[in-house]
């Protein structure tokens, strides 16, 4: 005798669990456990799967296998942000397009574990409509992989956080006053390598990078524009 089961939802737990939004799915994983969320294609933007906050357990979240159509989650009307991870957590987030407006930042590290990979950030505006933060991380470790990033406000790396961007690609994103595409303080560490930075802008320092620790290694910087130094400046922040 063969049984088997259909399992319909747009978020699943541990191949096993179905939730019908990101907040509830990870709810559901213990504190101190792990989960990987498989998300469903189509645009999320309900109020249930933003705001939502990771804290002392492991989440990654990506799309169903064989998903042919993109998972896009996008803030039509202002919120928050679309996750928070918080202390003893760590995040993974693999192929997912994020998009719209936060009063925050999209994606907030603090005292956290982040590996992004393969994702989109794309049109990100703060809560007055302009370009806005897709990542900050603070007291964090966080590695970006292959992702993309266009016309946002600058990635932040701040407060004693270590970040490596490979093979990233930043395009027409305005970072307001310091730092473009990628603003990382005076406690930060930053290692940049293989990305690709053009036409990001900075009113005053760094049009793709403002940095006070930074290494940078097979990247390529086009068209990049500020006061001070067009593609990256290399100064003193928090």
């Known amino acids: ?39 469903a294609m189509g645009t999320y933007t309900e109020a249930e799967n933003f705001n939502v906050v990771i804290e002392n357990k492991k989440v990654t979240i990506r799309p169903k296998d064989h998903s042919y159509e993109p998972v896009i ?31 925050t930042e999209a994606l907030f590290l603090n005292n956290a574990m982040g590996i992004i990979s393969d994702c989109e950030f794309y049109n990100i505006k703060n809560k ?42 930043f395009t027409s994103n305005n970072g307001e006053d310091e730092g473009g595409a990628i603003y990382a303080g005076s406690s930060a560490n930053l290692a940049v390598t293989g990305s690709k930075f053009t036409l990001n802008k900075a009113k005053y320092n760094g049009g793709a990078i403002y940095a006070c620790n930074l290494t ?3 990247s390529e910087f086009t068209l990049n524009s500020a006061a001070w130094g067009g593609a990256v400046y290399i100064g003193y922040g928090w």
């Open 128 to 169: 007055y409509d302009e370009p806005g933060t897709p990542i900050r991380a603070h007291h964090s470790e966080i590695t970006v992989n292959d992702c993309t990033f266009e016309s946002n406000g600058g990635v932040a790396f701040g407060y004693e956080t270590n970040a490596n961007v490979n093979d990233c690609t």
């Open 73 to 103: 989650f996008s803030a039509d009307s202002q919120k928050e942000f679309l996750l928070e991870a918080k202390q003893n957590s760590q995040l993974i987030m693999e192929d997912i397009i994020i998009t719209g407006q936060f009063s």
């Open 216 to 218: 940078v290694q097979d």
């Open 1 to 39: 005798k063969t049984t088997f089961r259909i399992i319909n939802g747009s978020f699943i737990l541990n191949d096993t669990e179905v939730f019908e939004n990101l907040s509830a799915a990870v709810n559901a994983i213990p504190n101190g456990g792990a989960g990987v969320i498989t998300v």
